[in-house]
């Protein structure tokens, strides 16, 4: 049984065509410079870490469209690249313990290259509709930290100015929505509006009534709206 989230997956929904609409905005500003096309898949090589709610949402979409064959075959498939990334990350977390300068670790994960697991054998992504915002404005110029960032494939020249996407607004909205979706059941752990997860865990991860540590009515005294499971 699913918890019952379609609010915040419709607030999620918004924020996420948004984004492709500035995409189409960027591409269509800059088109010599966006080389994005069918069958380029350089943004499924990409290491990339999901909000909470979109964690949940894509969990969600993965287990309700696709067929069950097809489920097995992509969840193999995340269990082994979930394994390289936490090989990866123990690996980062080894050269700061060594003194390292976090942005020559940052460099040399940026150079690491593993395969999305919902990236179908034919180069296509099996659930594209749904696929997360990273996902949707990989190509054009992206801020983080006030830092500009650019697709390797593309035409955009470094040092020169871009319009660009701020990355952390978009970040501060989905973890204000991962909040909010939180705030709305009674759950022993205040802390999961934080958690950062790769797409490979969020397809394996049970996002259940454990997972989120819910609170039976025997469990506390706390009165306020009811909450109700989805088919």
């Not at 969840?75 to 123990?90: F, H, M, P, S």
């Not at 395969?115 to 110029?141: A, H």
């Not at 991962?178 to 490979?200: A, D, G, Q, R």
């Amino acid at each position: 049984m699913f918890l019952d989230f379609s609010t915040f997956f419709e607030k999620y929904e918004q924020l996420a065509n948004a984004c492709s609409k500035i995409f189409d905005t960027l591409a269509n500003t800059y088109p010599n410079e966006v080389k994005c096309k069918i069958g380029c898949t350089d943004c499924c090589y990409a290491l990339f870490d999901l909000s909470l709610i979109e964690a949940v949402y894509i969990n969600r979409k993965f287990h309700e469209i696709l067929p069950e064959n097809i489920k097995s075959k992509i969840l193999e498939e995340a269990d082994r690249t979930d394994r390289q990334i936490y090989k990866l990350k123990r690996w980062a977390f080894k050269q700061r313990q060594k003194g390292v300068p976090e942005e020559e670790i940052i460099t040399e994960i940026g150079k690491q290259r593993i395969k999305c697991p919902l990236l179908s054998d034919q180069n296509t992504c099996y659930l594209y509709e749904y696929r997360p915002i990273t996902c949707r404005l990989y190509g054009i110029p992206i801020a983080i930290n006030n830092e500009l960032k650019i697709c390797g494939l593309s035409g955009f020249v470094p040092g020169k100015k871009y319009q660009c996407v701020y990355m952390d607004k978009i970040n501060e909205k989905l973890y204000l929505l991962s909040t909010e979706l939180m705030s709305s059941i009674p759950t022993k752990y205040t802390e999961l509006n934080k958690v950062l997860v790769p797409l490979s865990m969020a397809l394996l991860t049970d996002y259940d009534e454990d997972y989120f540590g819910i609170i039976s009515c025997s469990e506390t005294k706390i009165s306020g709206p009811t909450w109700t499971l989805g088919g």
